[in-house]
């Protein structure tokens, strides 16, 4: 085994490559299984939290959560993993293994190949890889919440249905002598359960023994009568009446395993299949299952996503149970004020007395007494008159069924809604098989090798396809036009000229209707259909980047002919018609790649592109100015903003590109947001910052961002930054704005944690602390004796160091400041450390590491793991510290943190040295005396020097 290996099927264990499985401490199998559960993804805390403890939550659950995550971390490098395979990424944690190290979904992908195959030896040599992984019930032995519960649930159904899908390929084909016994164990265990009696019937009836396949139905009856009231399904009764009238058709290779057995449906009507049916099986299998409960299904999605597709392999897989036979009746040429009664009739044969209701009632009394389905495509343009139509069928008739397809619901009263997404498509981090067996990508190359034979998908090939498919949101025909281009050039050109896809994606069959030869033409079909205020407001929101929020569309969109009033119900009407995706769970709205494109071209069109980003502008530096300065504070503002990250960067983009707009917009929006980048991408504020400053503006708008640009470089100051904040605090001077020059005082003043004279950048401090006094909380003030404690670090005054970092730390919790406190905190770690207090450093460094965890500061974490590391190397502690190490320096270099490495490095030459290794000792602290530059307090730099003096002998 080459790779690491979560098993929860069966107890839980953990197995590194070359070594036996472990099982780890039964306080932390709970929490690797939820992660398990989402292997590269984060798992937020409430989650992890809702999965061990359910409600019984204990009093501090972050933190207990936080002592469980370091277990649990511990645990997997005792096991033979490294430390960076649980990290922290807000607004949880991150089992950092791709999918297949977890047994879960290699058995999900072993049944999936299984059910897509046409090979049925090898679906069946799949069904058994599958299964084998099993080792006993599921999440065996990590006790019982609500989602543990759940969660086997899931998965023993799963494995049930996996076992019953290779029964029936073998009772399909010809070995139904050979699961008699094991289907009887399986009635006997699930007697209430249909599909192992169905499956048994067939097989005790292909091996001559009708009485008995009749027996078990009658069973079946009888207790489903007396436990629950109810009869057995129609597919079960049709099997029944088959068996009887001996109609049941030898067993040969057929329809995959989850189509019902019986008979075909004569379906003339319906066309036969040109090309492979791709990447839809759970939709097929929802469609044929809601048919069989109500008498209209409609689909709904945009256009391209499939509907048609869908809706006609529904009709060929139709089990005789729901109908006997399929009309197609096609809407997609009728004009919007056609008469849609006659064109059924029409498309039925019938001979219509006259339009509208006679029309209607004709087509009712051809249909009468029949067992039809109709399949009502493309209803999106009259579908008002499609909806009439339909409900006086149903309601005239008994036994027909209706599926239709629309890009919105026909709203008839008992109708079931099926929405139809988009195929799934591989992330950005997939493995070349991953990326092979997405749904999206089986059907890109599918339709490449139809007019590129041999067509190979090596490593550079699948990153390029899967990159299609992603930019192309998983929209079949938009992914069938791309596959189209592959016979003339290769998957990493049809990538990079999506550029503009409009101009690309032009060339469907001739033999398909014309709305479906160009992507334009099918997104063109469903625009034309709209009201013009819904055009309007559709093309307006392409404005908006990675989403918006109800309020943020009615403040930017609500202007000239559409008032902000009228916009939550437009919106409402773009999602009942399949053009703005909604996620109720948050709130917030987006448009699929391609539509924004389309409404962007639209925006220019309109001359409302600057309008459009101006008012985006506008509501963005709104919203950063509100929420910016909170981040800082317990409550919502930092998931706020880290929400919309997507938005702010796009109306940056703006004050960026646009040089002839005015330069003050811009800097409002950089100062605002400076908070937000000091905690998280530090390096996207200097690059956003660097070139606003190039576009002029008044010397307060300038003054407050070179500020702002100081602040980001305050830990790693360069020449720039330097220069920055003394220029700001020469311009907030000269404009007589004394709180903010007292915070570029301050920010000055931080420079002498490296050098300089201690006495004058104390003197700055005492100044910027009588200046501020208890503004923004005390926040400030708090910060002054944070900056205090710096100096008197640096200066080797440790005990004064520490009566500072406690008195900042007393002031930031009183703040309720949500990231500082944790800084403070490791910094008064090592202030203790120095004092030879190790037992209260270790203490303060790792609560700090822990609240850095909890809070996703990675800039903070870094710190607190390398001194925590040292702490422990001090007491004689080891055991922990290369995981530290090692986590430190692997987050150090994501964030791009030049500090933290050289501490990792001498932390791993203090492991050489206890190690007896001189010679690695001497390399780890070399490099770390190259890392560490100037960058660091003056009595870290002479200890560093000293111990590679002695290391080497010189």
Known sequence: MSEPLIRVLGPVEVQAPGRSPVSPAPSVRALLARLAGSPGRVVSGDALTDALWGEELPADAANALQTRVSKLRRALVAAGLDAWVLTTRAPGYQLTLPPEAVDAHRFDRAVAQARTTDDRDAALAAYDEALGLWRGPALADVGETDWIRAERLRLEELRFAALEDRLELLVDTGRHATVVGELESMVAEHPLRERPHRLLMLALYRAGRQADALAVEQRLRHRLAEE????????????????????????????????????PVASGAVPARLSSFLGRDADLRTTLQELRAARLVTLTGPGGVGKTTLSLETARRIEPAIADTVHIIRLAALAPDADVAEAFAAQLGVQSPGPGTLA???????????????????????????????????????????????????????????????????????????????????????????????????????RAVASICRRLDGMPLAIELAAARAKALPPAEIADRLRDRFALLTAGPRSSEARHRTLRATIDWSHDLLPEGERRLLRRLAVFRGGWTLEAAEQVCGFGRSEPADVADLLFRLVDQSLVTADPGTGRFRLLVTIREYAWMKLREAGEEDDCRRRHLAHYIALAEEHGPLVRYTGPAWDLLVGEQDNLRAALEFCVERTAEPPEPGLRLAAALVPFWNYGPRYEGVRAITALLDRGGSDAARARVLQGLALLYVYYPTPASRAAARESLALFEALGLDDEAAVSRLIVAFEGQYGGDPEEYRALIRRSRKDLGDQDRGWWHAMTYYVEALINLRCSEFEE???????SLDLLRAADDRMMTSAARAHLGVALRQTGRLEEALAQLRSAAEECRARGSLHGLAFALVHLAHTRLDLGEPERVPAELAEADEIARRVRNPRNPAWAAWGRARLALTRGDAAAAADDLRRALELLEDREFPWAREQLRAAYAEATGR
């Open 228 to 263: 629950l009231g109810i009869d057995p399904s129609p597919d079960l009764r049709a099997l029944t009446e088959a068996i009887l009238r001996q109609q049941i058709p030898s067993a040969t290779p057929a329809a995959p395993a989850f189509v019902a057995a019986p008979a």
């Open 360 to 462: 209607a009632e004709a087509v009712a009394g051809h249909l009468q007494h029949r067992r039809a389905l109709l399949v009502v495509d493309n209803c999106e343009h009259v579908v008002d008159a499609a909806a009439t139509v339909v409900d006086h069928l149903l309601q005239a008739t008994t036994d027909i069924r209706v599926l239709a397809t629309s890009r919105e619901a026909l709203a008839v009263t008992g109708e079931t809604q099926i929405a139809v997404g988009p195929l799934a498509v591989p992330d950005e981090t997939a493995a070349p098989d991953d990326i092979a067996a997405s749904p999206a990508v089986r059907l890109f190359l599918d339709r490449a090798r139809s007019v590129r034979p041999g067509l190979e998908l090596d490593a550079g090939a699948a």
């Open 801 to 807: 160091s520490v009566r500072d970092w406690e008195r």
